[in-house]
């Protein structure tokens, strides 16, 4: 069953929108009042949608080139003299090419740096593994002191770039490709460290992130006309991860699937499980990839010859209840 | 370079060209532009009979060593390699595709021709330093070709490779950087200006050669001499036109990344066999 406070915060529209679209657009509104904001790109801004900011605020944007790890020690520079940097690439150069600069440039000195990746996950699709980030949310949770947040939606996007404005310190913003529906409506709030609960059952505790929240809200949906009713939480913070809410929600289930466009070690299933192990320790089924590289295809065709789709995440609950 | 050579070369080269723009129209995504502008080198590289290749046993010891370190322009080396014979034509429909052995950027572990799997941009000449010194220490006569960008030239470790070459004399390396002047953003110059190219690998301890990259004669003799400088690596700048041979994706940085539909792609071939007929 929808929850009542889901009720009030799920969008009716039916509209179609990628995440990196929805942080160009962002960006570019809060740049107009705040002027501290500068946007950094590697030669992927048509991508990543910093070309928006780009276009409106020419002399606030900075294009390094096909140079990551310049970009990421710049943008600690930068922050040193108070301005708020979002740099952005794909998520594969992001947190693998520059993972040093990120920790020791941007996350030992604790500078205000959000770096803002797009293109994670196997959902990028045609281009294959070179370009399907599967593991930057297991590095970046593994780097001391960097929030780490995976929004669901275009709305989810635009709460989380107004929130990382105003924090201050590292944070990383895993953004994606494909244009996916708009689930929530302007009203929704975010928080780090919170997740939200749009579903409410017994059954099982069902927890998505990002890309794979609209998916795992379907197969929800499904398993609720099937009679299985389950806690559906999207979890965008992923470190810190919010505790509460999984603990109470695995209390009263005793079992959850995690579900995540990303190697299952060290994304938000492993968050998940850590946080089970020690505090309540309950049976988790971690979907995601499975430890292996990605490959060329169409988004959903990857995710389902994956073993995460619609159909793996109702099977996955139905073989555990 | 004798005119009966130079036509097959040419033919050789707009075959190469036709089947990039089948291949992309097909898959949908992917990377023309700067397929077609290394197109002539690769035409040569394969079919002069310079390099020691052999399609019928791609891993053999000795053969030259091709790395396409901008591993986007994968298209060209498909295309090449199905018209080598390594791999069969009926893939050419298959690229991008779930379960195709042409993946997005290519992979080693399933093409046969392909000696290093590329893609994230500025890796490949430093695999080709690893494959210079374990060659060498076998005695190998073997060539190792690396084809790199202008916009990957970017990349701090492109000049890490070029120090390393430099230092260990690796006289069995041949850097060709295909100078288009595009990048994604924009034109190189705007983005992220790295001239004076040709200073820098010289500065860094190279033997530069620049050339046209669309001249058969001028690669002939460019990759003639580096073969024969045996003191330290070589890089042949080639000055090259993104979308050489398609009128309308020439020097258009909106055709990085762009394919063409069916009637772009119709175009693009009859300009391609009709320039071949003139
Ligand atoms: C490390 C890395 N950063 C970014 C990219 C994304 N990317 C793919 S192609 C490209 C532009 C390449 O420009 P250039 O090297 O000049 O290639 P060409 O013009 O020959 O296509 C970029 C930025 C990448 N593949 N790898
Ligand atoms: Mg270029």
Redesign the pocket.
């Known amino acids: 069953m929808i929850t009542d406070f889901a009720k009030k915060i799920l969008s009716t529209e039916a509209k179609k929108v990628a995440t990196r679209t929805a942080y160009g657009d962002t960006i570019t509104a809060l740049g107009e009042t705040n002027k501290n904001i500068v946007a950094l790109d590697?030669?992927?801004s048509k991508?990543t949608m910093t070309a928006t900011f780009a276009k409106k605020f020419p002399d606030r944007f900075f294009n390094f080139g096909?140079a990551?790890a310049d970009m990421m020690s710049a943008a600690a520079g930068l922050a040193t003299t108070g301005k708020i940097p979002f740099a952005s690439?794909?998520a594969?150069?992001a947190t693998k090419?520059a993972a040093d600069q990120i920790s020791s440039s941007i996350a030992y000195p604790h500078l205000n740096v959000k770096i803002c990746a797009t293109h994670a996950g196997i959902s990028v699709g045609e281009d294959g593994a070179?370009?399907q980030a599967i593991e930057d949310v297991a590095i970046m949770r593994a780097i001391p002191g960097i929030v780490v947040l995976s929004p669901c939606d275009a709305t989810e996007t635009k709460k989380v770039i107004e929130t990382v404005v105003e924090y201050n310190g590292p944070c990383y913003v895993r953004l994606t490709r494909t244009n996916i529906p708009v689930l929530f409506n302007d009203s929704y709030n975010f928080k780090i460290g919170k997740g939200i609960k749009i579903m409410e059952g017994t059954k099982a505790t069902l927890i998505s992130t990002g890309f794979m929240t609209h998916i795992a809200f379907e197969a929800a949906k499904k398993l609720e006309e099937q009679g299985i009713e389950v806690d559906f939480i999207n979890m965008a913070s992923i470190k810190p991860i919010d505790e509460e809410l999984i603990i109470e929600s695995a209390k009263k289930t005793k079992v959850v699937i995690t579900v995540e466009d990303h190697n299952v070690i060290g994304g938000l299933g492993s968050a998940v499980c850590e946080l089970l192990s020690e505090k309540l320790p309950t049976k988790v089924i971690r979907l995601g990839v499975q430890d292996k590289f990605g490959a060329s295809g169409e988004t959903y065709e990857l995710i389902n010859a994956y073993g995460f789709g619609e159909e793996s995440i109702i099977n996955t609950v139905k073989s555990v209840i | 370079m004798d005119s009966l050579k130079k036509e097959m070369l040419q033919k050789k080269a707009a075959e190469i060209r036709v089947d990039i723009m089948e291949m992309l129209c097909e898959a949908g995504s992917g990377?023309p532009?700067?397929?077609l502008?290394?197109a002539d080198i690769f035409a040569y590289l394969y079919f002069s009979g310079e390099l020691k290749l052999d399609p019928k046993n791609p891993l053999m010891k000795d053969r030259d060593r091709v790395i396409l370190s901008?591993?986007?322009?994968c298209p060209v080396l498909y295309s090449t390699l199905i018209e080598k014979g390594y791999i069969d034509r009926f893939n050419l429909k298959t690229l991008r595709k779930f379960g195709s052995i042409l993946q997005g950027?290519p992979d080693m572990k399933k093409v046969p021709g392909v000696d290093m799997s590329t893609?994230?941009?500025?890796?490949g000449l430093s695999v080709g330093v690893g494959m210079a010194l374990g060659l060498r220490l076998d005695n190998s006569p073997a060539n190792i070709f690396v084809i790199?960008?202008?916009?990957?030239?970017?990349?701090g470790q492109i000049w890490e490779a070029a120090m390393a070459a430099a230092h260990y004399k690796l006289g069995n390396i041949i850097g060709i950087l295909?100078k288009?002047?595009?990048?994604?953003?924009g034109f190189?110059k705007d983005i992220m200006n790295s001239e004076p190219i040709a200073d820098k690998w010289r500065a860094f301890g190279w033997k530069v050669i620049e050339i046209s990259a669309h001249n058969f004669d001028e690669i002939e003799n460019a990759i003639g001499k580096a073969k024969e400088f045996k003191d330290g690596p070589v890089m042949i700048i080639a000055n090259?036109v993104?979308g050489k041979g398609v009128s309308f994706m020439e020097n258009q940085c909106g055709w990085?990344?762009k394919t063409p539909n069916p009637e772009e792609r119709d175009k693009a071939i009859s300009e391609l066999t009709g320039a071949l007929k003139k």
Do not use: M
């Open positions: 590697c030669d992927l991508s096909i990551e690439t794909f594969v150069f090419r070179t370009h | 990377h532009g700067g397929s502008s290394i901008k591993g986007h322009a950027h893609g994230s941009l500025g890796q790199i960008g202008d916009g990957e030239s970017e990349e295909d288009n002047g595009l990048q994604i953003d190189t090259s993104k990085h990344g």
